[in-house]
């Protein structure tokens, strides 16, 4: 079985679904809103080496459920799945439980 990986500082994104609006027998798809995506992380790199600084690891990890921004991540087709793939310092946020 394939699977992807990430490399560097590199995040691998598995988009939430979009709910649609629904006005009588019509679907209103959530397409062309500008606003933030979320997704759950299902690959994380190690990190990066930084010269003068050393080794910095990633912070995330896979099944976090982050906010990604509206532009910068780049889309990925793997396998008939949908993907956003880029750098961890893009992350706006992640959604944690209150305990």
Same mark, same amino acid.
């Given at each position: ?38 997704? /759950?992380? *299902?690959? !994380? $790199?190690?990190? @990066?080496?930084?010269?003068?600084? +050393? #080794?910095?690891? /990633?912070? *995330?990890? !896979? $099944?976090?459920? @982050?906010?990604?921004?509206?532009? +910068? #991540? ?26």
């Amino acid at each position: 079985m394939r699977k992807l990986e990430a490399l560097f500082d590199a995040v691998i994104i598995k988009p939430l679904d979009e709910e649609e609006t629904q006005f009588g027998s019509i679907f209103i798809p959530d397409a062309g809103k500008d606003r933030n995506e979320q997704g /759950t992380v *299902v690959a !994380v $790199g190690p990190g @990066v080496e930084m010269a003068g600084i +050393g #080794f910095i690891p /990633t912070n *995330v990890k !896979v $099944g976090d459920v @982050v906010i990604l921004p509206t532009m +910068g #991540f780049s889309k990925l087709q793997f396998e008939g799945d949908e993907y956003y793939i880029g750098n961890e310092r893009q992350i706006l946020a992640k959604i944690t439980d209150n305990e």
